[in-house]
């Protein structure tokens, strides 16, 4: 097919430009492998025409402010409710939506007590209609895929991609192509990809060999790419920042810790706060960190031992599927943006993931090992003195629990860490489990129990 272009049917003339992130040029049009024509590098949206149009911080808050009253299906998105920031569209009748966006802000007190932080909370994006913050960015690259005339759509994925690719495609009416690596995905997120309809391929590779294939296929066959290095993608989710920012009254926290994986939504997030300081809707930037999994943790060795300058990718393994990325294609975006805001970039182990995920549970707040790298990191920030007791923190919250069961009732089973190096240490999570309790069908073996739960 021809190039993806700003002038495609359905696409208002002007509305945005492509920019090379690392040469600066500027075009009207993107190959399906979102590359520069001239350096090769990954393409990101702009928006020249925002400085013709003066637009005003207090009139674009009053706006998506009022149209939360709304009952139209592109207001109800916690995405397309932001719209005057995203690319636009000539109806609002062609948003793909599933009322994505709009998740909760939620204090954690237990949590606070636990890192010493009393301003502590997390924007769980893991309460988005296929239960991750994809759903945020594809909403937006599904849209624009159907308006350039795509029937199929593919990415590559470690799970939550595919359920989210998935549910969007059926819901526009198109196809899905989903790659996978075999035996290195939950079948939790496997099960949404394939009840959504998708073209499932389990290749005998990992997810930077899905990846790789994927870039392949998109320039010899008609199919739109919908990874995060498509700049759609990373235009949806950074709504999640401004429905933070909202829902903090539009004053900034003075820390937003996310997870790090192929560093899309890292990405996407900084990109955001730029355009939000740039505009007046906040005044400050706050700083914005990235954790890893120890097992994964290209970003950090790539700061460490490369000052930021080149990629040092990984054979990445962990538990916390979702991150388990060895070569992040968005690196060099996420490097912008630990910049731009003063952050940092950090990595935790397996066990301190474990016993993060569990804390986060004990608020009564579930979500996938992947999103409790970030608790796992503050903690290690706090000790290292980068974050202040007095300060505010945000912790995003990526997925849901049952985006991989299987975790959650390994570590609870004592289990989880078997046979590996981490099962002696694994010892010390002990207080922190609940098994589940076989008991005799009688009243006074379950009276016994509440008892023995209640010395405990």
């Avoid at 709304?70 to 609002?92: C, I, M």
């Avoid at 990846?211 to 392949?216: A, C, D, K």
């Avoid at 700061?303 to 599927?321: M, W």
Wanted: hydrophobic share 40%; glycine share 8%; charged share 20%.
């Amino acid at each position: 097919m021809s190039p993806l272009s700003t002038s495609a049917l359905g696409v208002r003339q002007a509305a945005f430009r492509f920019r090379c992130i690392t040469c600066g040029n500027v075009s009207d049009e993107s190959s399906q492998n979102f590359r520069c024509p001239q350096c090769q590098d990954l393409l990101e949206i702009t928006y020249p025409h925002w400085k013709k149009l003066g637009l005003s911080a207090e009139n674009l808050k009053s706006t998506w402010r009022d149209r939360r009253l709304s009952s139209t299906p592109v207001d109800q998105s916690g995405v397309w409710r932001f719209r005057e920031l995203l690319p636009e569209l000539t109806s609002d009748e062609q948003a793909i939506t599933l009322r994505e966006g709009n998740t909760p802000l939620y204090e954690l007190p237990r949590c606070a007590r636990i890192t010493g932080v009393p301003r502590l909370f997390a924007k769980h994006q893991g309460l988005n209609p296929t239960g991750s913050f994809k759903d945020a960015g594809m909403t937006v690259a599904a849209t624009f895929a159907r308006l350039a005339g795509f029937r199929w759509v593919a990415c590559a994925s470690t799970g939550n991609t595919s359920a989210s690719m998935a549910a969007y495609a059926a819901r526009g009416g198109l196809r899905s192509l989903v790659l996978v690596p075999e035996g290195k995905v939950s079948w939790s997120k496997l099960s949404q990809a394939l009840d959504y309809g998708a073209v499932t391929c389990q290749l005998r590779t990992d997810f930077d060999g899905c990846l790789r294939l994927l870039q392949e296929l998109v320039l010899r066959a008609p199919v739109y790419q919908l990874n995060s290095i498509n700049p759609f993608r990373l235009e949806g989710q950074k709504t999640l920042a401004l429905e933070l920012l909202e829902q903090l009254d539009w004053r900034p926290p003075d820390h937003i810790i996310v997870p790090g994986g192929n560093l899309g939504n890292s990405s996407a997030f900084g990109k955001a706060l730029v355009e939000m300081r740039d505009l007046g809707l906040i005044s400050r930037l706050p700083k914005l960190s990235i954790i890893q999994a120890a097992g994964a943790n290209a970003l950090v060795r790539t700061l460490r031992e490369a000052g930021g300058k080149r990629l040092i990718g990984v054979q990445a393994e962990t538990r916390a599927t979702a991150v388990r990325i060895g070569n992040p294609a968005s690196w060099k975006k996420a490097v912008h943006v630990l910049e731009a805001t003063s952050g940092v970039c950090e990595q935790v182990t397996e066990i301190e993931i474990a016993q993060a995920k569990a804390e986060i549970g004990a608020e009564g707040i579930g979500c996938e090992p992947a999103s409790a790298v970030t608790l796992a990191g503050l903690k290690k920030l706090v000790k290292q003195g980068f974050v202040k007791p007095e300060e505010s923190v945000v912790l995003v919250l990526t997925g849901n629990l049952l985006k991989d069961p299987d975790f959650t009732m390994g570590f609870h089973r004592g289990d989880l860490f078997k046979g590996t190096p981490d099962e002696v240490a694994s010892a010390a999570l002990n207080a922190l489990r609940r098994p589940p309790i076989v008991l005799d069908a009688t009243l006074n073996a379950v009276i016994r129990t509440l008892e023995q739960a209640d010395k405990s």
